[in-house]
């Protein structure tokens, strides 16, 4: 691979250092999985499209770093030295002496271990932090491809949307363009840097008030048991009918809301168990169409706000108890509790708006440094089912991507994946976990996720 193009530094935009500052600090981790007899010519062609897109996006060959002698503490992405990126390539190559497996390529990572199969560890383990690399692991029958990122300067959104250009990078038969691409990075860079210039929008209502998160559980990642579960769509949404029938008019639960509502009641009702928090979801909104102008469609760069969703201790051990002492009863028993939570998610997905953006911006700048904070939450939900990676076509010798597996660790976590291609639909909905393995392994028999399943 030829080395990067030169680019100028740019700093971090208020927003990705507000993650910073949330202590989101880790690299993500994603594998898209390729059946190919040919894997030679595959990997030929994944070298190709790796090189297009960081000679047409600079940038993505960049490293994150300290801005010297800035009294904020700022970071920028800059430019790594040759030596540097020769050390550590855009694309990695591993043999793997063993047939693809036909299903499940999490048990498989789980079983030689995470580390094996990624180019970068799950936090940085020295100054050296890349935008992004990626590692082939090249199996009998297929490759499978990890993309590691930066999750200080790529999100949820930006993953999609580098899938979608290398795909166009791997698919064209010779150089392709992302001119317009770079130019709407600028764009969207400028938006989010004019967010302090407005003024500062009324203090939040007292019901909006946010409240005290503790912090994430102390949990080393090899210890984090982790597992996929399938939910049959008929009964999602015989649940968000249900749910939705109780509530007044102007109010309504999206199936989002709905599966994040059944993750913290199975959450909860294990981590009662246990012995552990259980009291607050938080997730991540992206506030790329929700800012006023929105961003370009293929912005690359973090957009998110954490959020998260208190709920009240006695009602949800009273409405478990309630449920538990009449088990034939799902899923109505589970009804009331399950809309109240929704509703509650819904509530504070809407109020994170465009004035909620202005004012998270203007209580970063009032912060004198901006110094990397701890991360906090009983339950964390992160919503994937956007990725677009089933719909990319990566030429004649990838093809399409069969399969997808979200490997960011954190403890106490769901991923909600995008819905796998069957026939002419979709198919069920899946939901990684990332837990420890005591509180799993209920979770797994928890009565409403085994109905839920059916």
Request: include cysteine; hydrophobic fraction near 40%.
């Amino acid at each position: 691979m030829s080395l990067p193009v030169a680019f100028e530094p740019f700093l971090l935009s208020s927003l990705e250092h507000y993650l910073v500052v949330a202590g989101i600090g880790s690299y993500g981790c994603n594998y898209f999985i390729f059946r190919t007899e040919n894997t030679d010519d595959a990997l030929s062609t994944l070298n190709t499209g790796v090189t297009r897109l960081v000679q047409e996006l600079p940038f993505l060959a960049g490293e994150v770093a300290p801005v010297a002698g800035d009294s904020r503490r700022r970071l920028e992405v800059r430019p790594s030295s040759i030596d540097v990126f020769e050390k550590c390539p855009m694309l990695v190559v591993r043999e793997v002496n063993s047939p693809l497996p036909a299903s499940d390529f999490g048990r498989t990572i789980d079983a030689a271990g995470d580390n094996a199969y990624r180019p970068l560890p799950p936090k940085p383990d020295g100054p050296f932090q890349p935008v992004l690399r990626f590692q082939a692991n090249m199996f009998h029958g297929g490759i499978v491809l990890c993309f590691c990122w930066n999750h200080l300067l790529i999100d949820g959104t930006a993953v999609s949307n580098v899938i979608q250009m290398l795909a166009s990078c791997c698919r064209a038969e010779t150089s392709v363009s992302l001119k317009s691409i770079r130019q709407q990075q600028d764009l969207g860079r400028k938006i989010i840097s004019d967010i302090i210039e407005r003024p500062l929008p009324e203090k939040m209502s007292a019901d909006d008030e946010s409240f005290v998160l503790h912090n994430l559980e102390e949990v080393a990642t090899e210890s984090i048991a982790r597992e996929t579960m399938q939910f049959s769509p008929r009964r999602i949404d015989e649940l968000k009918t249900a749910c939705n029938e109780r509530l007044s008019v102007g109010q309504y639960c999206t199936t989002n809301d709905i599966l994040m509502a059944l993750y913290w009641i199975i959450g909860a009702r294990a981590s009662i168990a246990h012995g552990k928090r259980f009291l607050a979801i938080s997730f991540a909104v992206s506030m790329a169409k929700r800012c006023r102008p929105s961003l370009p469609d293929s912005y690359i760069g973090s957009t998110l706000v954490l959020q998260s969703v208190q709920g009240n201790q006695h009602e949800i051990v009273d409405a478990l108890s309630t449920i538990d002492s009449n088990p034939s009863s799902i899923p109505d028993a589970y009804t009331p509790l399950l809309a109240k939570l929704a509703t509650q998610i819904r509530a504070k997905i809407l109020a994170t708006d465009d004035q909620h953006l202005t004012r998270t911006i203007h209580e970063l700048y009032e912060m004198s440094q901006w110094n990397p904070g701890q991360g906090k939450g009983d339950l964390l939900f992160s919503n994937l089912s956007f990725n677009g990676c089933y719909k990319q076509d990566f030429g004649p010798v990838l093809g399409p991507v069969v399969g997808f597996e979200p490997r960011t660790v954190y403890p106490n976590m769901a991923y909600l994946k995008p819905r796998r291609p069957v026939g002419t639909g979709l198919g069920p909905w899946e939901l990684t976990l990332m837990f420890d393995p005591k509180r799993l392994e209920m979770m797994k028999n928890d009565p409403l996720l085994v109905w839920a399943s059916t």
